[in-house]
């Protein structure tokens, strides 16, 4: 290995435990004594691709109606994550969440990292999702957050009036099925180890430090963790 370790993390915007994935590897990487020495690439995965938005739509009648359970559940599972989130120093506003489709979210993140600016984009589209209450398929939206993180307005705008990236989009997608990627956030470390799932930071540092230590990587990439952690999937997240 040389002297950077990669880490590639699939997830969604519409993902709540991606955005908690998200500061626990921040987490981790602050307590890593190579942080330096770390680069993360974002990968697109979509929870539903096939999702349409109506006017109507609210994130409880949709977690009722996703798993057949009454509105007074989808509450609660609801309570339950945002307090889950806030120990991870988020503040999860899901009763007024939008719910959208992300592939062209996914689209300007693809241009972001084209332009090294893929992290603070997707800290603000998670934050526009999880808190703000914000549409994350509106180009205005978009196109905000686009310049908010530094990229040019005109440049943006011509890559949402367009196909850009689509098939970047859809590359991700494709290598996620065939590494066996069945929820996210999905963490995979130098090509070597994956981590699936919002583990806790502790389990993060020491995945790190085992990748910094053995260095060189075979050819195969090994699960580290049996069981899944707080993910979401096609089917809904657990």
């Given at each position: 290995m040389?002297?950077?370790l990669?880490?590639?993390?699939?997830?969604?915007?519409?993902?709540?435990?991606?955005?908690?994935?998200?500061?626990?590897?921040?987490?981790?990487?602050?307590?890593?004594?190579h942080?330096?020495?770390?680069?993360?690439?974002?990968?697109?995965?979509?929870?539903?691709?096939?999702?349409?938005?109506?006017?109507?739509?609210?994130?409880?009648?949709?977690l009722?109606?996703?798993?057949?359970?009454?509105?007074?559940?989808?509450?609660?599972?609801?309570?339950?994550?945002?307090?889950?989130?806030?120990?991870?120093?988020?503040?999860?506003q899901l009763?007024?969440a939008?719910?959208?489709?992300?592939?062209?979210?996914?689209?300007?993140?693809?241009?972001?990292?084209k332009?090294?600016l893929?992290?603070?984009?997707?800290?603000?589209?998670?934050k526009?999702?999880?808190?703000?209450g914000?549409?994350v398929?509106?180009n205005?939206?978009?196109?905000?957050?686009?310049?908010?993180?530094?990229?040019?307005k005109?440049?943006?705008?011509?890559?949402?009036?367009?196909d850009?990236?689509?098939?970047?989009?859809?590359?991700?997608?494709a290598?996620a099925?065939?590494?066996?990627?069945?929820?996210?956030?999905?963490?995979?470390f130098?090509?070597?180890?994956?981590?699936?799932?919002?583990?806790?930071?502790?389990?993060f540092v020491?995945?790190l430090?085992?990748?910094?230590?053995?260095?060189?990587?075979?050819?195969?990439?090994?699960?580290?963790?049996?069981?899944e952690?707080?993910?979401?999937?096609?089917?809904?997240?657990?």
């Amino acid at each position: 290995m040389d002297n950077t370790l990669k880490i590639q993390i699939w997830s969604d915007v519409m993902c709540p435990y991606c955005y908690i994935g998200k500061r626990r590897i921040e987490g981790a990487i602050e307590q890593f004594g190579h942080k330096d020495a770390i680069e993360i690439e974002w990968k697109s995965f979509q929870l539903d691709a096939s999702f349409r938005a109506s006017p109507d739509d609210n994130i409880y009648d949709h977690l009722a109606e996703k798993y057949r359970k009454d509105r007074d559940w989808a509450v609660e599972m609801v309570d339950n994550m945002t307090e889950n989130a806030k120990n991870s120093g988020l503040d999860f506003q899901l009763g007024k969440a939008v719910l959208a489709n992300s592939y062209n979210a996914h689209r300007l993140l693809h241009l972001a990292k084209k332009h090294s600016l893929a992290d603070e984009l997707k800290e603000l589209l998670f934050k526009a999702y999880m808190t703000e209450g914000k549409n994350v398929d509106d180009n205005e939206t978009l196109i905000a957050l686009g310049e908010a993180v530094g990229m040019n307005k005109e440049l943006v705008e011509g890559v949402l009036n367009s196909d850009a990236y689509g098939k970047e989009v859809k590359s991700d997608i494709a290598m996620a099925q065939q590494i066996g990627v069945q929820g996210v956030p999905f963490f995979v470390f130098d090509n070597k180890y994956a981590v699936s799932g919002a583990q806790h930071v502790e389990t993060f540092v020491k995945t790190l430090e085992k990748v910094w230590e053995e260095g060189s990587f075979g050819p195969q990439l090994t699960v580290l963790n049996a069981n899944e952690g707080d993910s979401c999937g096609v089917d809904g997240c657990n």
